[in-house]
């Protein structure tokens, strides 16, 4: 079946602009998670939606960092004023429960360069 | 804090040269530890889920196990195809997934 999709694959962008990253998750799944992945590094947590709700925005980096899922379904994650720093690639996983102990789904990841 | 910690950080292989990667983990709570294959420009893609000490889980010619303190990834007789990244990431019951820097297998025919 239809897997995690991710749009764009590869986004450049110059220093100041704003982007936005789109995730369509597994259907049905209620658990959404962003995930900021450097070279040579393992993903590391952004933020969590279950449903529509965003329960936990602890990792979004800075108040340039937003993300919404409302209709429970899609998501985006918006950066504003983009860094040179925010160059990652952008991980999107869902999942079928609302347990974070349930496995989680990638999707193939934006890779955002910023110049 | 918690810290996951893999090893080795790469390994090569001859085709059909078993060996094993090593995650050890100091958590608080462990709800669920997971296994993760990373092609190069992909995302992760799932292996296994394992609970609690002295579990197993088998997958073709991939074995995880875990103990109280680590897990290890059995790679058994590694053919080219099986080269990626694995990553090995753990969860405490917060929201997210807490990942390794992972461990870069390299197979050689």
């Known amino acids: 079946g239809a897997g995690v999709s991710q749009s764009p694959r590869y986004k450049v962008a110059k220093r100041g602009q704003d982007v936005a990253l789109r995730c369509d998750p597994i259907?049905?799944?209620?658990?959404l998670f962003w995930y900021q992945q450097a070279l040579g590094q393992g993903p590391e947590f952004l933020t969590y939606?279950?449903?529509?709700?965003?329960?936990?925005k602890s990792g979004l980096p800075s108040d340039r960092f937003f993300a919404e899922r409302p209709e429970g379904s899609v998501s985006t994650l918006k950066i504003q004023r983009t860094q040179q720093e925010d160059s990652a690639v952008y991980l999107c996983?869902?999942?079928?429960?609302?347990?974070?102990?349930?496995?989680?789904?990638f999707g193939p990841g934006t890779r955002l360069t910023v110049t | 804090e918690d810290q996951v910690t893999q090893s080795p950080e790469a390994l090569r292989l001859q085709e059909g040269e078993s060996s094993s990667l090593n995650c050890s983990y100091t958590?608080?709570?462990?709800?669920?530890l997971f296994w993760y294959r990373q092609d190069p420009g992909k995302g992760p893609e799932f292996l296994f889920t394992?609970?609690?000490a002295g579990e197993e889980k088998e997958k073709e010619r991939l074995k995880a196990t875990l103990t109280k303190k680590e897990s290890f990834l059995h790679i058994t007789a590694p053919k080219p195809e099986d080269s990626a990244t694995y990553l090995c990431?753990?969860?405490?019951?917060?929201?997210?997934?807490?990942f390794g820097t992972g461990t870069r297998l390299t197979v050689i025919p």
């Open positions: 259907s049905g799944h209620v658990s």
């Open positions: 394992l609970y609690s």
């Open positions: 958590v608080s709570g462990l709800r669920g």
């Open positions: 990431a753990v969860t405490t019951g917060a929201n997210n997934l807490f």
């Open positions: 996983a869902s999942s079928l429960r609302r347990e974070v102990s349930y496995e989680q789904y």
């Open positions: 939606f279950q449903n529509e709700a965003q329960l936990d």
